[in-house]
Nanobody
Framework: QVQLVESGGGLVQAGGSLRLSCVAS????????MGWFRQAPGKEREFVAA????????YYVDSVKGRFTISRDNAKNTVYLQMNNLKPEDTAAYYC???????????????????WGQGTQVTVSS
């Protein structure tokens, strides 16, 4: 059974930084692209960033480009999201997920992902 454990969230002032981690188990981690997503209260879950199986390809939603960096360490079964210059609108619960078996690249479409973790809360104060 695939398990995902996100950590690293917290309360930070606008302009600050956080580094989220997601440790995966139950599947050969290096075979799958990984994505980060977020969901604010009352809003739908949205795509934030994705990274392909090797780490050689990444993709970001426009609102975080230049501020967030996704990376992975396949030896540690871990994907990271470095978040710099945080803004109040980044406040949300952040989730990681692997792509479904057979999906290639670093997609942004949420239905292409499965096995969600419990999330980690990021709160940015103004």
């Amino acid at each position: 059974q695939v398990q995902l454990v996100e950590s690293g969230g917290g309360l930070v002032q606008a302009g600050g930084s956080l580094r989220l981690s997601c440790v995966a188990s139950g599947r050969t981690f290096s075979n799958y692209a990984m994505g980060w997503f977020r969901q604010a209260p009352g809003k739908e879950r949205e795509f934030v960033a994705a990274i392909n199986w090797s780490g050689g390809r990444t993709y970001y939603v426009d609102s975080v480009k230049g501020r967030f960096t996704i990376s992975r360490d396949n030896a540690k079964n871990t994907v990271y999201l470095q978040m710099n210059n945080l803004k109040p609108e980044d406040t949300a619960a952040y989730y990681c997920a692997p792509v479904r078996t057979g999906v290639t690249g670093a997609p942004s479409r949420i239905p292409l992902y499965d096995y969600w973790g419990q999330g980690t809360q990021v709160t940015v104060s103004s």
